[in-house]
């Protein structure tokens, strides 16, 4: 019986200091298990991005850009490049599902975030990495373009999401072009806020997250405008 007791006792000191571990890793960063899980899936959305890189623009997607950037007039090319990115970004919307790649979120400023964002912001395609609202445009259709983030797990991409400041540059690269925003600001909001995902007359990526750590109780939102667009290939 005491040899039974011992080992009983071994065991729950291990589980204690296994939970113990689990947890300081957990507040120090994240919660390691997701994101172990979530490192496999990110591994698997970067071979699907550069499959859809390589295969996504035609010759004729190609030549029509061409064509766009080599116009003279700067009114009729920014037309024609804008209508060009609008197509095909709507092409992108309508092959994709909740879950698949649809390009790559750059933020120096949100401790050198470098991620594949997917599609959708239901619970499963967050745990793929960062999720693009469906609600929302796509970057170069100059509405608002909104993306979500996890903050402590499934590898917490947004977890220094309050670390951007005012001129940060955050880079979206997608199968058709890279896009470049300049945070304008950040503020807390209630998760029932629907108006941050609101259009504004300008292209704004609006970034979001659960706020404190470890609360959904409101939402961190990032706000940025587009400050140059390169159409084409990343």
Do not use: W
Request: a neutral charge; glycine letters at 8%.
């Amino acid at each position: 019986m005491r040899r039974l007791t011992h080992i009983l006792s071994i065991g729950l000191i291990t589980a204690g200091i296994v939970l113990l571990l689990d947890v300081g890793i957990t507040l120090a960063y994240q919660e390691p298990l997701s994101a172990i899980y979530s490192s496999i899936k990110q591994g698997e959305k970067e071979s699907q991005l550069k499959t859809l890189e390589s295969d996504f623009l035609t010759k004729s997607d190609v030549k029509q850009i061409q064509k766009a950037e080599q116009t003279k007039d700067p009114k009729v090319r920014k037309k024609a490049v804008s209508v060009n990115v609008d197509k095909l970004a709507q092409r992108l919307v309508d092959e994709s599902k909740p879950g698949d790649a649809l390009g790559r979120i750059e933020a120096p400023g949100m401790d050198g975030l470098n991620m594949v964002f997917v599609q959708g912001t239901d619970a499963s395609s967050l745990e793929l990495g960062p999720g693009h609202y469906p609600e929302t445009a796509m970057p170069g259709q100059g509405k608002t373009v909104a993306i979500a983030g996890h903050r402590t797990t499934y590898l917490a991409p947004f977890r220094h999401i309050d670390s951007m400041n005012p001129g940060d540059k955050i880079t979206l690269k997608m199968p058709y072009g890279t896009f470049i925003y300049s945070v304008q600001k950040s503020e807390i909001v209630d998760p029932s806020d629907v108006g941050i995902i609101h259009n504004t007359g300008y292209e704004r990526l609006v970034l979001s997250a659960c706020h404190p750590l470890y609360s959904a109780s409101k939402r961190y939102i990032v706000y940025a405008r587009l400050v140059h667009t390169e159409p084409g290939v990343p």
